[in-house]
């Protein structure tokens, strides 16, 4: 099969993937299932690969590399182990990022993402930037009828990731408050459509590039800003004395350094893009009440909850699709942001 592999590490980015055929995966336990890869979302943390920012976690001795890239993965089945009974080959599914053990403390309280014997397609063993790729049943997901591959698959990790970010945000939430979107990109904007449709709030959508601030028009925001010097100040004087919950998708280049002072008193910042270092007088924290707080990839179920808000129409994904023999231009044009929303390689 054609697989596109990653050969080395370079913190400026000039290397390129390698198109290669290398030998087609195959079952070796009994819940493993094999995916015909039907289409494979761009991420940024495929770029801090690149760049090596992940090489000690997920490659510390040295020894991963070549490997096929890819963690946010739609496809068909393609083969099953002997002990999977959910999946048969044909179906058309979405796969969580992490494939997961079922039995360890965080996968039984449901909180999979935590758990202490997961692995990663993409991130430290082969994914899905392929015509194929190794997953297990725990992380499949049927799709539903007349639901592409092509058209949900950055869902499997931007998605879920922002939706994550919304769900908990949303529990802070009601009718006259507001939230604050830095970042209309590819998890800004699932995040604005999944607040709309999970609280009445209002929403402010903050991002430099002309073409995100009009999708944020398109998909619903009530305030949109460019993110010029003044921004802090334009988001209280529109809400009043700051946001009862900002939501960062930059977290680095400064941004992650203004998005805690855009929150009012008492308010809460999910911080989910990664990068910067974040600085707070201890000042600010105890007069202001300042809450600030990571937000990680969401679980299996709610990638379930995801998979129904985008059958209902209500969360679209809005992408730019290549070949997987573009994907040097693909990775190009993310980091330089020549396209809005994600990007989705199709083998």
């Not at 698959?153 to 908990?168: E, F, L, N």
């Not at 960062?248 to 805690?260: A, P, S």
């Not at 809450?291 to 990680?296: A, E, P």
Request: charged share 20%.
């Amino acid at each position: 099969m054609k697989a596109a592999r990653l050969y080395d590490y370079d913190p400026d980015m000039n290397v390129s993937l390698r198109i290669e055929n290398v030998q087609t995966p195959t079952i070796k336990a009994p819940d493993e299932v094999i995916v015909k890869v039907g289409a494979a979302g761009l991420c940024r943390t495929d770029l801090h690969i690149i760049e090596g920012v992940w090489r000690e976690i997920m490659d510390p001795d040295g020894a991963l590399l070549p490997y096929t890239m890819g963690h946010e993965n739609a496809g068909w089945i393609e083969d099953v182990g002997s002990a999977v009974k959910s999946v048969k080959p044909g179906d058309a599914v979405i796969c969580h990022p992490l494939r997961t053990c079922g039995i360890c403390l965080p996968c039984r309280y449901g909180e999979d993402m935590y758990c202490e014997h997961g692995l990663f397609p993409g991130l430290g063993l082969d994914g899905g930037f392929a015509e194929y790729f190794v997953t297990n049943e725990r992380s499949v997901i049927k799709l539903g009828d007349g639901i592409r591959p092509l058209d949900v698959a950055p869902m499997a990790d931007a998605g879920i990731t922002a939706y994550r970010a919304a769900k908990r945000a949303s529990k802070l939430l009601h009718p006259g408050t507001t939230a604050v979107i830095l970042g209309v990109g590819g998890l800004g904007h699932i995040a604005l459509q999944s607040l709309k449709a999970l609280s009445g709030c209002r929403v402010i959508a903050i991002d430099r590039e002309p073409a995100a601030r009009a999708l944020a028009k398109d998909l619903g925001a009530d305030i949109v800003l460019d993110g010029g010097p003044k921004v802090i100040e334009e988001v209280h004087d529109h809400t009043g004395g700051g946001a009862q919950v900002v939501i960062d998708f930059v977290g680095e280049l400064g941004v992650e350094n203004i998005t805690w002072r855009m929150a009012r008193k008492g308010g809460q910042t999910f911080v989910v893009g990664y990068g910067g270092t974040v600085q707070v007088p201890t000042l600010d924290l105890v007069v202001n009440e300042i809450n600030i707080g990571g937000s990680l990839v969401g679980n299996y179920t709610e990638l379930v909850e995801l998979m129904e808000l985008n059958a209902d129409g209500k969360v679209k994904m809005h992408y730019e699709q290549y070949g997987l023999d573009e994907i040097n231009t693909a990775l190009s044009d993310f980091k330089n942001r020549k396209f809005v929303g994600r990007g989705v390689i199709v083998p």
